[in-house]
């Protein structure tokens, strides 16, 4: 049973940072990736960070890029996202997500097999 759980989340203002964790367990996630979405009320669940466990490439949305860092441990079996120059608009409940598919399409169907719990991000202006 693949459990995901993630922290860090909370309450910033805008221009800060924040770094998200996610614990990962369950499984052996060398042939896995993981990354992160995020959703607002009323809109789609958005991609925006991913990690390809073995080999460590990743990928990002464009409105995250050169803002946004995506990177794991493998010891630790927990994947980190750090948030910095954080906006208004980056305010969002994130949620960690792991599929054996790889990144390009991890990132464009946003239908990975397991999620955590979420974790709420707020940046106020």
């Known amino acids: 049973q693949v459990q995901l759980v993630e922290s860090g989340g909370g309450l910033v203002q805008a221009g800060g940072s924040l770094r998200l964790s996610c614990a990962a367990s369950?499984?052996?996630?060398?042939?896995?990736?993981m990354g992160w979405f995020r959703q607002t009320p009323g809109k789609e669940r958005e991609f925006v960070a991913a990690i390809r466990w073995s080999v460590g490439n990743t990928v990002y949305a464009d409105s995250v890029k050169g803002r946004f860092a995506i990177s794991r441990d493998n010891a630790k079996n927990t994947v980190y996202l750090q948030m910095n120059s954080l906006k208004p608009e980056d305010t969002a409940v994130y949620y960690c997500a792991a599929d054996q598919r790889n990144i390009v399409l991890f990132a464009t169907t946003r239908q990975p097999a397991y999620w955590g719990q979420g974790t709420q991000v707020t940046v106020s202006s």
């Open positions: 369950g499984r052996t996630f060398s042939s896995y990736t």
